[in-house]
């Protein structure tokens, strides 16, 4: 599976879920949820794990395009900004497009929340796992030991 996953081209996880979210926002009805007994406010759970979705292959795809490098919070930010956009222009697109769905605030502000949520959940805990699945232990404990060991030199060289 390892090998597959890194067969496949930096920028197509990214395509492929926004072309889903494009055809998920602005067809009339993908699903035929309309048909379902949904509980009030499933709509907005559905925006919020949709996002999370969004942001969290944005950045791993970028991950994978900077290894062994770590991402900087200013592109995982930017893409998690990228992510909000794209629910805005899709309320936008639902807006202009009279497909039987219009745009709403509480639409984008759940996309928004599972962007953030996304990024919190990439960045402050699944990125560990990504980068070991891609480079193995190994890589992880050398630079874990490079890192005690640059600052304990740091320590050493302020007690002097």
């Keep these: 599976m390892k090998s597959f996953l890194r067969q496949i081209p930096v920028g197509v996880p990214s395509l492929i879920i926004t072309a889903l979210v494009i055809y998920l926002s602005l067809a009339h009805d993908p699903f035929h949820t309309s048909e379902l007994p949904l509980f009030p406010g499933a709509d ?9 979705a969004v942001t969290a292959v944005y950045m791993l795809d970028y991950a994978k395009h900077k290894l062994p490098h770590h991402p900087k919070l200013n592109v995982d930010l930017a893409l998690t900004s990228s992510a ?3 629910g805005l222009l899709m309320e936008v697109g639902q807006l202009i497009m009279h ?5 709403e605030w509480a639409d984008w502000t759940a996309d928004t929340m599972g962007a953030i949520i996304g990024l919190l959940l990439v960045r402050y805990w699944f990125m560990h796992h990504f980068r070991t699945y891609f480079l193995g232990r190994r890589h992880h404990a050398h630079h ?3 890192r005690r060991r640059k600052r304990s030199h740091r320590h050493s060289h302020h007690s002097h």
Excluded: P
């Design 99 to 103: 497909n039987g769905r219009g745009f």
């Design 144 to 146: 874990a030991f490079a």
């Design 84 to 86: 909000s956009v794209l």
């Design 44 to 52: 907005k759970w559905a925006h919020v794990v949709m996002y999370i």
